[in-house]
């Protein structure tokens, strides 16, 4: 026995090993994951995982075909929106059993399943009352607490979601409810009666059923009772008259209608319908034999002759019954007095105004003023005397006689006619004379009343009030209105119409109002229109009430966020902060409207809650992770669950919660070293630090805490620059252990230290100070060295060749030099006194003066320098070339040597001009030989300002500067000139008019320029020679 029990738990427990249950609500979308086979089972426990994702998933049993499972995931989901109801009925539980297979085709492994599907109930139906109207029918005077049944809702939800209540619209009518629930959660419903009713006060009630259901918001069901007061004969029939006298002649016509006895009953059909008889109390044989009564119309007539001997007076009593179960009798006494016929009766003849039809009938509208006559009476008794004099009376105190003299009387009324109340009335006009006996004649006719449209139609409710759900089809019945009219005939024809389109219409004759579109409960959450009852008179009377249509919500309406992104800002470190509140809209009511909001992926920074506020679930760090983006769905909880989503992104802003890093220096590189010699602001190095805060809290600012007591150094607060402030003599290495602060500019603001070693090496030598391009940049140095170099070669190169070309232009020089001077010596009559003379007087002139070089250039203007008419150098009547002088001639005569031996010189040289020479007096005085010391200020001033050329002449002439001047006159090897011709003769004088300076000199000295253009194209020689 106990190893039967244990295999029996080892069973159980296998088998609940192979079995999973799931639980889903209906309603849920396609495609919706129900569950994990793989996490269900958990079957990765005992695989590795590429034997784990070799699993393939199937199903073996899928009922319905209701789910799909993925077959590499394994993940369950829905095949299709379900509805439990269509599937369960009414169950209380709805399951689904499935068998799922596992399979591997890498490996061996087949494993089967059993899954359980818990299927759960919304409450996405109403209760519906089938048919949603009724009519009940109650006799009036039924007892209060009298019940009637009621059929009951069904809904197709179970549980809390089926029908839990049932009420009463309105309230404090004259019903209420008496609602009992079974075991097996049914419902039976009798209406109960709460006040007696009275069909003649009104005769028709209608209240509303509402079926709820047990859901948050209660979905609603409408039955619409319509109740009409049946009629029980609780009325008896009224004569008109309590008794009737009348008076006949003995020897009226058998046949004749002597009195018609007229009563009414308030009761309808049998119940109100009244018929006359003879009482049986009165001598019904005697009575018979004489007079007959009309059961229809209560006319009593002479069946017949009567004898006045016999018998004068009959009294008898006549009653009035209605058709009822039980009829009701009322009863009138009637006096008949026979009248002697010795003397006659009075004879009469009627006439009708109007509507007369024939002599027995006339018809009057009702609402005819009083005292209008509507007949005329013409009465006539021929007997003499008081057997002649008649008077008349009406039977009918409706209508009354007036007497108009001879002519008779007129029939008037004298009440107020009303069709409903009295629809004819039988009159009995009786003309009696006064003779003895009096005799007497009667007339009887009956007055119809016509009916006017005097009665408006009046609905039988006051309110109807209704319920409907929005978005039903065109055509769903709302309800069913009912007025009734008193008048009758077309008076009485009732059309109906609704005042206003409000997605409404009405038959015209049955009162069935319907939809004429889907009604939107958003937009008109209540309808209230006014229905109109019109009658078919003339002119036509209205009657109104008032519909109120109460739409009920359907989940037709998603929710809906007012923007596209939600966008909040929180600080870090802060935990389980509100970071904001997204909200979303639902235009639909309860439940439908009702807004739960989730995440739409599970957030390990962030979570919601269900009224949209959103926190966080650990401290956010700005420096990991500055924004975070997510998904928020907004779900309502109506029936068919509607959502919508949203984007949030979160701002982290950032908190000064870093304090400064330290790059340079560092625990493994702190040491920096420079001469001590180094150039005062010199850049040593820079602080390198970082913030991982943003904004201010990452702006650094730098300075130094200690080490620096000569205040040697500088460190800049902003940029971290280390420079070299200050100097002093040191006799070996010195090290600085500067504390440095490095701080940001948060609030509170947050620094850290570090430690640099600056090491003064103590040099004989001073150093250039620290390049930063040198010690950071390899590529620019070689750069700058490559650049030296090539200039360096390049200005050497350069200077070679000046060297070479200044060389070579000082042969050229030198030769032209010794040309010169052959040429020089070629010219006679050069006289050596002279030379000699002036070789004396040199060096006594210039040992009075400051000993200088004197150098002279000659302008290209030789033209106008050369003119010699203005100078004696030249005597035309000596031949002589120059003759001894004064000492103001031998300057010029100097001046021409110079011109000699340089006369393509580029500068004026007004050194010819004598007396108007812009030097001081030593600019006359020259040495005429090179003192070895260089010139003069003014010599250097002339040499350094004048072109190559001219410094080259001048050199020339301060090297040959031992020969003297020459006159520029042809050679003669005697010296002398050929004596001119005589300067009186007309014939021999010369005209230089129009020749420039320079060709009157040639030609008046017979130079031929063509020939000294090519002599100094092939030598040195001057232009002149």
């Known amino acids: 026995m106990a190893s039967l029990f244990i295999l029996l738990c080892l069973f159980a427990e296998a088998v609940a090993q192979n079995l999973v249950t799931f639980t889903i609500k209906e309603g849920i979308p396609r495609l919706h994951t129900v569950g994990s086979i793989p996490n269900a089972f958990n079957l990765a426990a005992n695989l590795s995982k590429d034997q784990f994702d070799s699993l393939r998933y199937q199903f073996l049993a899928n009922p319905d075909n209701l789910f799909d499972i993925g077959v590499i995931s394994g993940d369950l989901r ?133 079926a709820l259901d047990g859901g948050s918001t209660p979905n609603v069901g409408v039955l619409t009772v319509h109740v009409d007061i049946e009629d029980i004969n609780d009325n008896s029939p009224v004569f008109t008259q309590t008794t009737y006298n009348v ?114 009938s006339v018809s009057v509208r009702e609402g005819t003023k009083e005292d209008v006559s509507i007949a005329h009476i013409k009465v006539s008794d021929s007997d003499p005397g008081q057997n002649g004099q008649v008077d ?60 006017d449209n005097d009665n408006a139609p009046a609905f039988v409710a006051r309110i109807y009030q209704v319920f409907i759900q929005e978005n039903k089809p065109p055509g769903t019945r709302v309800t069913e209105v009912l007025a009734k009219d008193k008048d009758s005939g077309v008076n009485a024809m009732i059309r109906y119409t609704l005042d206003g389109d409000y997605g409404l219409d009405i038959d015209t004759s049955t009162g069935v109002i319907v939809t004429t579109r889907p009604l939107d409960r958003e937009a008109t959450p209540q309808i209230s ?48 902060t509100k970071v904001g509140t997204v909200y979303a809209m639902d235009l639909d009511t309860g439940l439908n409207g009702q807004i739960i909001y989730t995440l739409n992926d599970e957030s390990d920074s962030f979570y919601i809650r269900s009224d949209g506020s959103i926190f966080t679930k650990k401290p956010l760090d700005y420096e990991a992770e500055r924004f975070y983006t997510f998904t928020v769905t907004a779900r309502d909880q109506g029936n068919q669950v509607l959502s919508t989503n949203v984007d949030v992104r979160v701002h982290v802003d950032d908190v000064n919660d870093n304090p400064p890093k330290c ?14 010699l180094t150039k005062i602001g010199s850049l040593i190095t820079t602080v390198q630090a970082y913030d991982a805060d943003s904004g201010r809290n990452s702006h650094l600012s730098f300075r130094i805490l200690s080490g620096n007591g000569h205040q040697t150094f500088k460190l800049d607060p902003n940029s971290g620059e280390l420079f070299y402030d200050n100097t002093f003599i040191i006799k070996k290495d010195s090290i600085f252990r500067l504390n440095i602060s490095i701080s940001d500019q948060g609030d509170p603001s947050l620094s850290s230290l570090c430690v640099l070693e600056v090491t003064l090496t103590h040099t004989n030598v001073s150093m250039e100070p620290f390049s930063e391009e040198e010690s950071n940049s390899k590529y620019v140095v070689i750069c700058v060295i490559v650049v030296i170099i090539t200039i360096f070669f390049s200005t050497v190169l350069i200077t070679v060749i000046i060297i070479i070309k200044r060389n070579d232009r000082r042969n050229r020089e030198k030769k032209c030099e010794q040309e010169k001077l052959r040429n020089l010596q070629q010219f006679q009559g050069i006289d050596k006194r002279y030379y000699q003379n002036q070789a004396h ?55 021409f040597g110079q011109f000699l031996i340089n006369p393509n010189s580029d500068r004026k040289n007004n050194l010819l001009k004598g007396s108007h020479d812009s030097s001081s007096d030593t600019s ?3 040495t005429a030989s090179d003192s070895g010391r260089g010139g003069s200020d003014v010599e250097m001033n002339h040499h350094s300002n004048a072109p190559d050329e001219q410094k080259t002449n001048h050199l020339a002439y301060s090297r040959s500067s031992s020969f003297p001047p020459i006159m520029n006159t ?45 002599i100094r194209s092939e030598s040195c020689l001057p232009s002149y020679v």
Do not use: W
């Open 247 to 360: 008076s006949v002649q003995e020897n009226i016509t058998i046949g004749s209608n002597i009195l018609q006895c007229v009563a009414t009953d308030k009761d309808i059909q049998d119940n109100g319908r009244v018929s006359y008889r003879f009482s049986m109390r009165s001598d019904l044989d005697a009575i018979k034999s004489k007079f007959s009564i009309n059961a229809q119309t209560g006319q009593i007539q002479v069946i017949s002759a009567l004898n006045y001997g016999e018998q004068n007076l009959y009294e008898f009593f006549i009653e009035a019954f209605d058709h009822g179960a039980e009829a009701r009798v009322s009863q009138a006494k009637v006096i008949i007095n026979v009248l002697d016929a010795g003397n006659n009766a009075p004879s009469m003849e009627i006439s009708f105004f109007e509507g007369g039809n024939g002599s027995h």
């Open 392 to 451: 008349c009376s009406s039977s009918n105190a409706a209508f009354g006689l007036q007497a108009i003299g001879s002519s008779g009387y007129l029939v008037v009324v004298k009440s107020s006619l009303d069709y409903e109340t009295v629809k004819s009335y039988p009159v009995t006009v009786t003309c009696q004379d006064k003779g003895t006996p009096s005799m007497s004649s009667t007339l009887s006719f009956t007055v119809n009343i016509a009916d």
């Open 78 to 210: 829905t095949n299709t929106s379900i509805d439990r109801e269509s599937i369960c009925d009414f169950q209380e539980d709805c399951t689904r059993d499935l068998t799922v297979t596992v399979r591997s085709k890498v490996f061996s492994y087949t494993k089967i399943f059993s899954v359980q599907i818990i299927i759960q109930d919304t409450n996405d139906n109403s209760p519906i009352f089938e048919p949603s109207s009724m009519r009940l029918s109650i006799p009036e005077h039924s007892s209060i607490g009298t019940s009637y049944k009621i059929p009951s809702a069904t809904d197709k939800d179970v549980g809390i979601n089926s029908v839990q209540m049932y009420e009463i619209v309105p309230k404090n009518g004259p019903f209420e409810l008496d609602v009992t629930k079974s075991l097996d959660g049914s419902f039976f419903i009798r209406v109960v009666i709460k006040q007696i009713f009275d069909r003649e006060v009104q005769d028709y009630y209608q209240f509303n059923i509402r």
């Open 924 to 926: 006359t005085d020259l």
């Open 529 to 576: 229109v006014k229905v109109l009852a019109v009658d078919q008179g003339n002119p036509p009377l209205t009657g109104s009430t008032t519909l109120i249509v109460n739409v009920q919500d359907v989940n037709d309406n998603t929710p809906r966020f007012n923007v596209t992104q939600f966008n909040f800002q929180v600080p870090e470190n802060l935990n389980n």
């Open 841 to 895: 007087t040199f060096p006594e002139q210039l040992s009075k003066k400051k000993k200088k070089e004197v150098s002279f250039s000659l302008e290209d203007e030789l033209d106008k320098s050369l003119d010699m008419s203005g100078h004696s150098i030249v005597d035309d009547q000596n031949y002589n070339v120059f003759r001894p002088g004064p000492d103001e001639d031998k300057l010029k005569q100097l001046q």
């Open 663 to 676: 790059v340079f220096p560092d625990e493994y590189n702190r040491t920096v070293s420079l001469p001590y």
């Open 970 to 1014: 042809p050679p003669d090897r005697g010296g002398t000139r050929p004596p001119p011709k005589s300067d009186n003769s007309a014939s021999n004088k010369k005209d230089y008019t129009g020749l420039t300076p320079r060709e009157t000199f040639e030609k008046k000295h017979g130079i031929n320029r063509h020939s000294q253009e090519s």
